[in-house]
């Protein structure tokens, strides 16, 4: 009976938000908005006539909407938040409401664009429409290596939709390999997602408290081989207690409702060329190291650098293929040491690769998709009661901090993309930050270059430009460090030996010099 009843009502639901989801909803507050996005730069002299106006972006992007069903869902609130919010289809769907304009002053430098996306990231998104906001910025003729007449695109998808990997494929929605793009017609009718009423959701929330812990003990079941693996690894000494404890910095405080967003583009081969130092390093690691070393030198210019090494999480997707047209995350996370208590970069980067293949040897141990499921498990008012205790009481500052900063790397294609007929010429990928985390490196690549785009609250990082100069040179030491050859070992010669001297040596005349006594 409990299992019709449970088919039955999965063929009424709509997408429901999960734990995780839920968890970025709740946290959200007026100082801590919770979307992601990205600063994406466009060159319009690839599009039809030279050029693209605002109305071809709209018309562009309104003919690709079903793409992705991000784009036209929006949240249904269960009564008195017994359960967790669903996805449902916005019946009022308009979208001039969610592409915007606006334009840079003279000159339109890349300082400009920093502070018009930082102002734009601290707004939060209207909850009550489908969560997501795109903002024309015209006016970028004085940022090296763009050309004069691109335009930037400042996105905003809320977290609780999409994680990194679901923020690429929304990217794949609305751009096209070539400068020409057809929009080819939906292949199926999109699924229904109707707007249930309060009764139904109630009887919907019932449902789930009932189930829910079965799904636990299902969870558990899966996650004890990983734990046995676990316990043998730590014997065999393939996993390592790393007891490391996490420093309290700056970053780990409670969050103003302003933010600062600069970056870097670094040459990808070049970045490559880093991790080859190492046997079994990654491109990762070289990032982890670059950022180690610029926030070493940033602490160090504040005097606050702290004595232990400071941890990164790092996100990785445990989406599968049968998940990826759906919203919401599926994500777990590594805990990873950054070395910025090491001056040395080459020590650094040996250190990050190895706090990086412990982290992954635990995730592989314990199951990084099982750890996700777990992270679901908690009640909705248990979650959202949390989430609000937690930034109301400004807990961030009375308890250790679980890490200092997030390090997310999401890649990008190597080849060009178009969106209405322009060639994107740049990305820059923009995430949150909230309470005991007030930084946060968003690390994309795009057609030879690696970017690694910094997002802070002002209040802790004044001074955006600088700390991206302390990422700039932490990359160049570890570069000049990793790839300049060997000192070459100098032969040692044989010195002739001294003959004894049978006569008195001779003065620059020819002279015999006198004898001294």
């Not at 080459?346 to 040897?361: D, G, P």
């Not at 001779?506 to 004898?515: F, L, R, S, V």
């Amino acid at each position: 009976m409990a299992g019709k009843i449970g088919n039955l009502i999965k063929e009424w639901s709509p997408e429901q938000l999960t734990g995780l989801d839920a968890a970025f909803l709740y946290l959200e507050n007026a100082r801590s908005p919770m979307h992601i996005g990205s600063i994406a730069i466009y060159d319009p002299s690839t599009a039809a006539g030279g050029k693209v106006r605002f109305k071809d972006i709209l018309q562009y992007v309104e003919d690709r909407v079903h793409r992705a069903t991000t784009f036209q869902r929006k949240l249904k609130q269960a009564p008195f938040g017994v359960d967790h919010p669903y996805w449902v289809d916005d019946t009022e769907f308009d979208i001039e409401f969610h592409i915007r304009h606006i334009a840079l002053p003279q000159p339109g430098d890349w300082r400009q664009l920093c502070i018009q996306a930082s102002r734009l990231h601290a707004r939060p998104l209207d909850l009550s429409k489908p969560l997501w906001e795109f903002t024309v910025i015209e006016g970028l003729d004085n940022i090296k290596g763009v050309p004069k007449g691109a335009y930037a695109i400042f996105s905003k998808i809320h977290h609780c939709a999409i994680d990194g990997a679901s923020g690429v494929e929304i990217a794949q929605a609305v751009h096209s390999l070539q400068p020409e793009d057809t929009v080819e017609p939906p292949t199926d009718k999109p699924k229904s997602a109707r707007e249930p009423g309060n009764v139904e959701l109630l009887a919907r929330a019932n449902y789930n408290a009932w189930t829910k812990p079965f799904h636990a003990i299902n969870v558990g079941r899966r996650m004890a081989p990983g734990a046995l693996k676990y316990l043998a690894g730590l014997r065999r000494g393939d996993i390592k207690l790393m007891g490391a404890k996490v420093p309290r910095t700056r970053f780990n405080g409670t969050v103003s409702a302003h933010r600062v967003i600069d970056g870097v583009a670094l040459d990808l081969n070049k970045v490559k060329e880093i991790k080859q130092r190492i046997p079994g390093a990654t491109v990762n690691d070289a990032i982890l190291a670059i950022v180690g070393g610029g926030l070493r030198r940033y602490l160090l210019d504040k005097e606050d650098l702290p004595q232990d090494s400071l941890i990164a999480m790092a996100p990785i997707s445990v989406r599968s293929q049968s998940e990826k047209k759906s919203l919401g995350n599926e994500v777990s996370a590594l805990s990873i040491q950054l070395g910025t208590h090491i001056a040395d970069p080459l020590a650094r980067l040996h250190f990050t690769h190895e706090a990086a293949v412990n982290s992954k040897e635990t995730a592989n141990a314990v199951g990084a998709r099982e750890l996700s499921e777990a992270s679901k498990l908690s009640p909705a008012m248990v979650t959202g009661v949390a989430a609000r205790v937690y930034t109301r009481l400004g807990l961030a500052n009375r308890i250790r901090p679980m890490f200092n900063t997030v390090v997310t790397n999401v890649p990008g294609p190597p080849i060009p993309l178009y969106m209405a007929g322009a060639r994107m010429v740049g990305s820059y990928g923009v995430g949150p930050v909230m309470d005991s985390m007030g930084l946060f490196h968003a690390v994309t690549s795009y057609c030879g270059e690696i970017c690694i785009t910094v997002t802070a609250c002002r209040k802790m990082m004044p001074d955006p430009a600088f700390y991206a100069e302390c990422l700039q040179a932490s990359f160049d030491e570890l570069y000049a460090a990793a790839v300049k050859p060997p000192a070459k070992k100098k032969r040692k010669t044989k010195k002739p030996k001294k003959k004894a001297a049978t006569h008195a040596p001779e003065n620059g005349n020819g002279a015999a010099k006198p004898a001294l006594h």
